[in-house]
């Protein structure tokens, strides 16, 4: 059993200013419509760095039990 | 992430010298309505935030100031900050100051009131600022300038200060135009999300 942390973005929370996508270095991290921003889950290795910056710090950290 | 630096992420200095020459010659001020309009004929266009996420100098110059210059302690910013009926708050706020300004140009160029040189700080504090305007044009061109210039400089205060206790960003949270244009682009993009 293998847990794979991810981030969480809590859409109505954001304000799209996509501090994340900046920080993200895996690309994960799209502002979908100027409106909130999205995790591609595929991409996304959990390593919390766009957590770290978001100024909402409204990004979460969870582990997946896979 | 180390990326190739794009010529807008140089953007900060436009942002930095737009304050600066604001001390020079007042007029400069009128430049400001291009951080104004830009923002909201991308989002009505193109329906997107791009200049919040790409261009804007603003953001870049709080990015630089609290990560490359440490200057931020970078707290977790306080909760209401965030909260829908703030920022929309803050917003309504925002644009009836700028109604008012506008209202208060229009005076001066109907002649009803008397030119104000003072650049006003967080809508209270007054400063005289006769050292960069001379009296060689319309007192309403001028006027605006006041206005305008005591917005850009109270937003950047106020931008400043949540920069330096919380995420460097954190002015982007309540950020009017970033407010704005996010909700213009919930409007448009109604459904398609
Ligand atoms: S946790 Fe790391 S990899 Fe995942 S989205 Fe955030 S910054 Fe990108
Ligand atoms: S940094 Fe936070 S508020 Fe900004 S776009 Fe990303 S999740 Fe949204
Ligand atoms: S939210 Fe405001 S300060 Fe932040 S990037 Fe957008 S326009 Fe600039």
Same mark, same amino acid.
Not at chain 1, 39 to 50: P, R
């Given at each position: 059993?293998?847990?794979?942390?991810?981030?969480?973005?809590?859409?109505?929370?954001?304000?799209?200013?996509?501090?994340?996508?900046?920080?993200?270095?895996?690309?994960?991290?799209?502002?979908?419509?100027?409106?909130?921003?999205?995790?591609?889950?595929?991409?996304?290795?959990?390593?919390?760095?766009?957590?770290?910056?978001?100024?909402?710090?409204?990004?979460?950290?969870?582990?997946?039990?896979? | 992430?180390?990326?190739?630096?794009?010529?807008?992420?140089?953007?900060?200095?436009?942002?930095?010298?737009? %304050?600066?020459?604001?001390? +020079?010659?007042?007029? !400069?001020?009128?430049?400001?309505?291009?951080?104004?309009?830009?923002?909201?004929?991308?989002?009505?266009?193109?329906?997107?935030?791009?200049?919040?996420?790409?261009?804007?100098?603003?953001?870049?110059? !709080?990015?630089?100031?609290?990560?490359?210059?440490? %200057?931020?302690?970078?707290?977790?910013? /306080?909760?209401?900050?965030?909260?829908?009926?703030?920022?929309?708050?803050?917003?309504?706020?925002?644009?009836?100051?700028?109604?008012?300004?506008? !209202?208060?140009?229009? &005076? $001066?160029?109907?002649?009803?009131?008397?030119?104000?040189?003072? $650049?006003? %700080?967080?809508?209270?504090?007054?400063?005289?600022?006769?050292?960069?305007?001379?009296?060689?044009?319309?007192?309403? +061109?001028?006027?605006?300038?006041?206005?305008?210039?005591?917005?850009?400089?109270?937003?950047? $205060?106020?931008?400043?200060?949540?920069?330096?206790? !919380?995420? /460097?960003?954190?002015?982007?949270?309540?950020? /009017? &135009?970033?407010? &704005?244009?996010?909700?213009?682009?919930?409007?448009?993009?109604?459904?398609?999300?």
């Amino acid at each position: 059993m293998k847990v794979k942390k991810r981030a969480i973005i809590p859409k109505n929370q954001c304000v799209a200013c996509g501090v994340c996508v900046k920080v993200c270095p895996r690309n994960a991290i799209s502002i979908i419509s100027g409106v909130y921003a999205k995790v591609d889950d595929s991409l996304c290795v959990g390593c919390g760095l766009c957590a770290k910056a978001c100024p909402a710090s409204i990004i979460k950290m969870e582990g997946d039990v896979q | 992430m180390k990326t190739k630096k794009h010529w807008y992420d140089y953007l900060w200095i436009a942002s930095t010298l737009y %304050l600066l020459l604001g001390f +020079i010659n007042i007029l !400069f001020a009128w430049l400001g309505l291009l951080c104004f309009f830009i923002p909201l004929i991308i989002s009505i266009v193109k329906g997107n935030k791009a200049y919040c996420n790409k261009y804007c100098g603003r953001g870049k110059l !709080f990015n630089l100031l609290g990560n490359k210059l440490g %200057l931020s302690i970078k707290r977790e910013c /306080p909760t209401i900050l965030r909260r829908q009926w703030f920022r929309y708050s803050f917003l309504i706020f925002f644009l009836t100051m700028f109604g008012n300004m506008i !209202f208060v140009t229009y &005076m $001066v160029f109907g002649g009803s009131r008397e030119l104000v040189n003072v $650049v006003k %700080l967080l809508w209270t504090i007054n400063f005289p600022w006769n050292f960069s305007y001379n009296n060689s044009i319309s007192p309403w +061109i001028a006027q605006f300038a006041f206005g305008f210039y005591s917005v850009m400089l109270t937003s950047t $205060v106020l931008g400043i200060i949540t920069m330096i206790f !919380f995420k /460097p960003r954190t002015w982007c949270v309540y950020c /009017p &135009m970033g407010t &704005m244009t996010q909700a213009i682009c919930k409007v448009k993009n109604h459904g398609k999300e």
